[in-house]
């Protein structure tokens, strides 16, 4: 597997959970959400597809959308995470804590990778 | 900022082309909603964005940045078609659903060929259940000049015998549900499998 592969598999992998802290503190919209993500990792290449992925956690609960009219010239969709989105992000914390504490010793265990 | 008239008529290219895509396999109030949201994501870019010194080129960046139309349509697409076939079960949705994998890739195309072939012999034979009692003399077991060609409905002819009886119509029907339920069974399956597929593919 190519370091490409490896990199899109881990960025993919990581981007639900992405999402889910990005909203922990308050409701944002589809284009700020991009905007915290942005500032903080290089998760989203195409910011059109992280709409669908949007859709797909409010569909599965984890998240509920409501449109707002009120502070911009044009109406914006803000996402919240209600309570099973907040018990999935929780449980994804505790399973990414774990998983990158065994990842760091077992790097440091081989000498820093090198 | 303001679009031009010309700035403006891209964007509704570009919403008009992603309605158009999203339109072929999503109900209309989902189909409203995405390209709403597009267009907000759009109008809150373009906002911010520097016309000067060239709004085209400003205004090609943030659609390049989004994407192009078919791509977002993908996205929401083939998911929600494939979640709507496994939630409600229902033959429309599960039929949809393969027809849309089959137009994508040559191994959904393959699928989707089997799982037809499936549901189009189940219901054959389900058929020729129904239409055994009214013409019971041409459904059954075509022998042609003593050698079986095939089970169905066929014309007396000289050299073709049809052997037919009173099991003709449990069997049509036994195979034919059994042929229809399997295929269904396997296509729930598969949409199942394509679903865990979307979902650790989804790349933003």
Excluded at chain 1, 38 to 52: A, K, R
Excluded at chain 2, 23 to 28: D, G, I, N, T, V
Excluded at chain 2, 116 to 136: I, K, R, S
Aim: charged share 25%.
């Amino acid at each position: 597997m190519s370091l490409d592969v490896w990199n899109e598999q881990l960025r993919r992998g990581a981007l639900e959970f992405a999402i889910l802290l990005t909203l922990a503190p308050a409701a944002r919209y589809g284009l700020e959400i991009i905007r915290h993500l942005e500032s903080f990792t290089d998760l989203v290449i195409t910011e059109g597809t992280i709409y669908p992925l949007l859709a797909r956690l409010t569909r599965d609960g984890a998240l509920r959308a409501e449109w707002s009219a009120a502070e911009s010239p044009h109406p914006r969709k803000y996402y919240t995470l209600t309570s099973c989105g907040r018990r999935r992000l929780d449980e994804m914390t505790t399973h990414w804590q774990e998983f990158s504490a065994k990842i760091d010793r077992l790097v440091d265990a081989s000498g820093g990778g090198r | 900022m303001t679009l031009s008239d010309s700035g403006e008529a891209r964007v509704r290219g570009y919403l008009y082309v992603l309605e158009r895509s999203l339109r072929s396999s999503l109900p209309p109030a989902v189909v409203a909603d995405a390209v709403r949201e597009v267009e907000s994501h759009i109008r809150e870019r373009v906002a911010e964005m520097d016309p000067l010194p060239d709004e085209r080129a400003a205004l090609e960046r943030v659609l390049a940045a989004l994407g192009t139309p078919t791509r977002v349509a993908r996205g929401y697409s083939l998911e929600l078609s494939v979640e709507e076939a496994l939630t409600t079960g229902r033959l429309t949705a599960t039929l949809r659903a393969i027809w849309l994998m089959a137009t994508k890739t040559a191994a959904g195309f393959l699928a989707a060929l089997v799982l037809f072939t499936g549901y189009v012999t189940g219901g054959a034979f389900v058929l020729l259940a129904a239409m055994q009692p009214f013409m019971p003399d041409r459904i059954g077991l075509i022998v042609v000049d003593g050698v079986p060609h095939g089970f169905g409905m066929r014309d007396a002819a000289p050299g073709v015998e049809i052997v037919s009886g009173w099991w003709v119509l449990p069997l049509c029907l036994v195979l034919g549900l059994t042929a229809l339920v399997l295929t269904q069974k396997g296509a729930r399956t598969w949409l199942r499998w394509i679903r865990t597929r979307i979902r650790t593919k989804e790349s933003p």
